[in-house]
């Protein structure tokens, strides 16, 4: 197989790094009132107030261009300023139908899938399911105004004087997932365990799922071993979509579930980064480091849940009873459509064609998978990566990929232009768990 390179690869997060004055920003704004320029006195009703005090909020810093039109800007990742993407904040204090003009003006990321229709979502205190602005009325362009650099134009009309929020894309918070787990645990299932497998820098849980048939694990058992992972990108929302329906769908009675359980043992970290996505970053942890770039030497002072899931992963991999046969770090795609894989290429071909086999699966059963996005390398620039990482360092018999998915939408040649994705359609693809049997059973 040839080996393709990818400009586009999520694990090397492309476009332009901007850094200037407006990164000094170290924290969210926090029931900010805005006044209208000009305007001297009380606020007023009608003058906005802004919040991203909360969890997993972003937003650094509103400017007032005129009385409708507000510069929105995104606090940089905590510790580094290179990564502005992800914003999350509220706004409140509203007249009913006023009308407003937003522009996110300081992304740190100019190839974007804003240029394909993708659209920020928005929800309100009436209204709390999650919803895409219609693309029609929301622009991205270089703007004279900003010295040429892009911004993000969209308008907006309140309807209702009610609390509304707005981000990047679906938000899915570290306590979402605890909620979804303790459910899960509540429920005493024979074939779950929950285990705390570490502590982040903050006290965050890192959590671990065993998930299989309990004769499986049984001492001096064998056991075939998949292991999954997400959200080591914090702002990477649709990676915590996808592990939730990985897990819904494992712990069901679905008769391939039951069949799954009863010969693979599953493994499955739901956030690698629990303290970035609890913050509101995009890209890093608490001190700024990419993690996704850690797992050749990872600190366990400064990277402890990379250091606890890898330790757990080698031991896995030096057990004589475990055959690791999968590792999925399971990702967001900020340029690309669809949903696809990043895979590793050897020098040896029977570990080629076998790489390739998991790939194949899902783009003959999964109507939203991209062969032709799918990426084959060994770029020296990713050897931090948890794909390049482990493929190098556990038995020459695990296979290691990376699972991204795009955070718009998808496309096929037969389709009439792009299907948005919605947080349920994100929950699990269409026919995966028939490549999960298929595979997984060999």
């Not at 940089?76 to 204090?93: E, H, I, K, L, Q």
């Not at 892009?150 to 605890?178: G, H, K, N, R, S």
């Not at 998930?211 to 071993?225: K, M």
Request: proline share 5%; aromatic share 14%.
């Amino acid at each position: 197989m040839a080996e393709k390179r990818s400009d586009s690869d999520n694990e090397t997060e492309t476009g332009e790094d901007v850094i200037d004055d407006q990164d000094t920003m170290v924290g969210n704004v926090t029931n900010l009132q805005v006044l209208p320029p000009y305007h001297y006195g009380p606020a007023e009703k009608g003058h906005l107030c802004f919040d991203a005090a909360f969890e997993s909020g972003n937003l650094g810093r509103v400017s007032p261009v005129s009385d409708e039109e507000f510069d929105l800007f995104i606090r940089p990742d905590t510790c580094n300023a290179r990564y502005r993407v992800w914003f999350y904040f509220s706004v409140s204090n509203m007249l009913k139908g006023q009308r407003v003009i937003f522009n996110i003006v300081n992304f740190s990321k100019t190839k974007s899938l804003f240029r394909e229709g993708m659209t920020p979502v928005v929800k309100s205190a009436s209204r709390p399911k999650w919803q895409r602005l219609p693309s029609k009325q929301c622009f991205y362009y270089r703007s004279p105004r900003k010295q040429g650099e892009y911004i993000f134009t969209f308008p907006f009309v309140f309807d209702v004087d009610e609390l509304y929020y707005f981000a990047y894309c679906f938000p899915y918070t570290y306590t979402e997932l605890q909620a979804y787990l303790d459910v899960l645990e509540s429920q005493n299932l024979p074939y779950l365990r929950r285990e705390l497998l570490g502590v982040s820098v903050q006290q965050r849980r890192l959590d671990l799922l065993t998930i299989s048939h309990p004769a499986n694990l049984a001492d001096h058992v064998q056991q075939r071993v998949v292991f999954f992972t997400a959200r080591v990108h914090p702002g990477e929302t649709p990676a915590s979509f996808i592990c939730h329906g990985v897990i819904q769908f494992l712990v069901s009675q679905h008769s391939l579930a039951i069949l799954l359980r009863k010969y693979i043992v599953f493994k499955i970290v739901p956030i690698l980064n629990p303290d970035g996505v609890y913050l509101g970053n995009y890209r890093c942890s608490l001190m700024g480091y990419d993690l996704n770039r850690q797992w050749t030497d990872p600190s366990p002072w400064a990277h402890p849940t990379l250091h606890t899931t890898k330790s757990l992963l080698t031991s896995l991999d030096t057990s004589q009873n475990v055959d690791l046969d999968f590792y999925v770090d399971i990702h967001a795609h900020s340029t690309l459509m669809n949903a696809f894989m990043f895979g590793n290429t050897f020098d040896e071909g029977s570990r080629v064609e076998q790489q390739s086999v998991f790939p194949k699966l899902l783009s003959m059963n999964v109507e939203d998978f991209s062969m032709g996005n799918t990426c084959f390398n060994r770029d020296q620039i990713k050897s931090g990566t948890s794909r390049r990482c482990l493929a190098q360092e556990l038995g020459a018999n695990t296979l290691c990929y990376t699972l991204e998915v795009s955070f718009f939408g998808w496309m096929t040649n037969s389709s009439n232009g792009v299907i948005p994705y919605t947080a349920e359609a994100c929950i699990f693809y269409k026919n995966t768990q028939y490549c999960l049997k298929k595979l997984f059973l060999i």
